[in-house]
């Protein structure tokens, strides 16, 4: 299990930690926006894979949700750097839950039935308690302009249920 916890996961508790992803300072709103936009867009590239290999209706649903609620919050994202005139700036964690996000791929790209559900399901639920921990001890404490503070609260919200919801089918599953 523990050689389970993908290398996404790993970089995003990088971030938790945040002297070894961002160095001493905490991120600035142009490194929180696209570390956001990125773990979102990520999401959407493991759900879209998801959809197009599993043969399972919970999987195929849930991967379905995924891509919704994180194309719908990607948008707001954009939306709110344009209009605050802001360009999202890349960075060590950018990058490195980038990387991690195509080994992860390959990885699952490997697998098929049920062995694939099983590892897809599990990577989502680390993920996201990854990424709702990292928003909850770092972005959100770091960010400085209320609408991003605010957008994230909302994400921090819809990805706690994303969570509960991935956990549930990896009972399913079981």
Known sequence: MILRLTAAAAAIALLVGANGA????????????????????????????AIATSKNKTVV????TMVRDHEAVNKQA???VKKLNVTPEDND???ALSQAAETKRQELAKLSGA???????EHEVAYHKQ????????????AQNGELKSLLETGLKLF??????????ATELK
């Open 131 to 142: 990424v709702n921990g990292a928003l909850e001890t770092l972005l959100i404490p770091a």
């Open 115 to 121: 062995d694939f559900d099983k590892a897809y399901v």
């Open 160 to 169: 706690q249920g994303h969570q509960q919801h991935a956990e549930h089918v």
């Open 78 to 80: 954009l939306d709110l």
């Open 93 to 95: 964690t950018s990058k």
């Open 22 to 49: 961002l160095g001493a300072d905490k991120p600035t709103d142009p490194q929180i926006a696209h570390i956001a936009y990125t773990a979102g867009v990520l999401d959407i590239e493991a759900a879209k894979q």
């Open 61 to 64: 649903d849930f991967a379905e």
